[in-house]
Structures are given as C-alpha cells and as structure tokens.
C-alpha cells in the first residue's frame, strides 16, 4: 500500500514571501504521478501542480514549482510570492493505476495561512 | 472548460430517510469518482467508475449506492445512514479509466456537506 506524509499540519507565510510545503510517499512502484491539490475554505479541490515520476525535470506553474526528489521519495511544493489567495489547505496526492485504474492517496494536508 | 458540479451543496437527513447526491460533468470524461471526506482529513476513495461501469468498490457499506446513468451523471444513493456518515463528499471526473493510458487529472467537484441527525 502506498502512503503519503504531510509533516506539517499548519504553515504561514508573509504576503509576497516564499513557502515550501513537504511531502514524502512510500512505494514500490516505479510509474506514478504525484499532484499538489488546494483546497480553499469554499471547499473545491483545485489541482495545483503534477508532475510524471518518469520525469526528471521538475514541474512547474507560474508561481508553483516542485522539487521531486524520486530516490528520497519526496515532492515538496514551493510558492513564491505568496498571495492572500493562496490561504487554503493543500493536499499533496499520488496516482497509481491499479487494474487498470486511477487509486488516488492524498496525505493529511498541509493548512497554509497567508499573513497580509 | 473544467468544470464538475453537484448538488445540494448541503443535505440534513434523518437515519430513516433515502435521499441522493448528484454529480454533472460535460467535459467528455469517462471516468467519475465519489469520495468522502470528514472534516480536518484527506479525501477517501469509495467508488470508481470507467465507462459507466463501476470499476472499484472500496468496500463501502450498502447504505451507499452508486449510479452512473450516462457518462456525464454520477449519483450517490443513499439509505438508512448513521450520524458517523455526516462528511463532505466529493465527486471528480477524469478522462479516462482502462485503456487510456490512464494517468489523467482529477477534475473536483465543490462537494456536498451532508448532515445525518
């Protein structure tokens, strides 16, 4: 079975800062994905970030960028210049195919608060 | 457009009473996921459909019935539930199950909160 471990339960940042959410997972596998997802206080889980263990480059989107380490097992988030909009719970996430299908495990979730 | 939708957005029911959740998606995908959600904790899987097939089956009580009646609809049935049910659940679609390659993004759903007194 695969696991996923968030150290952090809470975090904050100031506006305009950086912040770099952990994430490490166990596995056997050698094909997986691993997703960075929010989720506001309105609820919606938002993608954020994905990246193909198969790749080495890391991913990145504007102002999200990860640091996938594949040996060490670990997908850290990093958030530059921090907006009040980034307040939410984020919910580091891997994606295996099990028969066939999509088996999602999200870690518990890392609560980021963006100080004005 | 990646949009997932559901409703109520709140539900109270009694442990009697049999009532459903509905989730849309027009976004072509074949896949739709249900998940369950309590408060302060990660997402847990409890169906998967391909195909309008149900596809896996985590061991979820029969008190909860799934139904996938054409490729956009997922709903969720649901009888006889217990107070300990009351959570967010979420519904999500992705492109495809078996046979397309399979490693797709997970569109969600804004959820519905429900309640069981």
């Known amino acids: 079975a695969q696991t996923v471990t968030q150290s952090q339960p809470e975090m904050s940042v100031q506006e305009a800062e950086t912040v770099t959410l952990s994430c490490t997972y166990d596995?056997?596998?050698?094909?997986?994905?691993l997703f960075w997802y929010k989720q506001p206080p309105s609820r919606q889980m938002i993608l954020v970030i994905r990246?193909?263990?198969?790749?080495?480059q890391n991913a990145t989107e504007n102002r999200f960028s990860v640091n996938f380490q594949k040996a060490a097992k670990s997908f850290s988030l990093k958030i530059s210049d921090s907006q009040l909009g980034d307040t939410a719970m984020y919910f580091c996430?891997?994606?295996?195919?099990?028969?066939?299908?999509?088996?999602?495990?999200f870690g518990t979730g890392t609560k980021l608060q963006v100080i004005p | 457009d990646t949009e997932v939708t559901q409703t109520p957005k709140h539900l109270v029911m009694g442990m009697t009473n049999k009532k459903s959740l509905k989730c849309e998606q027009h976004?072509?995908?074949?896949?739709m996921y249900w998940y369950k959600q309590k408060a302060k904790k990660p997402p847990e899987l409890m169906f998967v459909?391909?195909?309008?097939?149900?596809?896996i089956n985590e061991s979820v009580p029969s008190r909860f019935s799934p139904e996938c009646p054409n490729s956009s609809l997922l709903n969720l049935h649901l009888h006889a539930l217990q107070p300990e049910d009351s959570a967010l659940y979420l519904c999500?679609?992705?492109?495809?199950?078996?046979?397309?390659?399979?490693?797709?993004?997970?569109?969600f759903g804004p959820g519905t909160r429900l309640t069981v007194l």
């Open positions: 999500a679609s992705s492109q495809g199950g078996r046979g397309s390659g399979g490693y797709d993004t997970q569109y």
């Open positions: 596995t056997s596998e050698n094909n997986y994905y």
């Open positions: 990246q193909e263990a198969y790749k080495q």
């Open positions: 996430a891997f994606m295996l195919l099990s028969g066939g299908y999509q088996k999602v495990t």
């Open positions: 976004m072509g995908h074949r896949a």
């Open positions: 459909y391909s195909y309008e097939k149900l596809s």
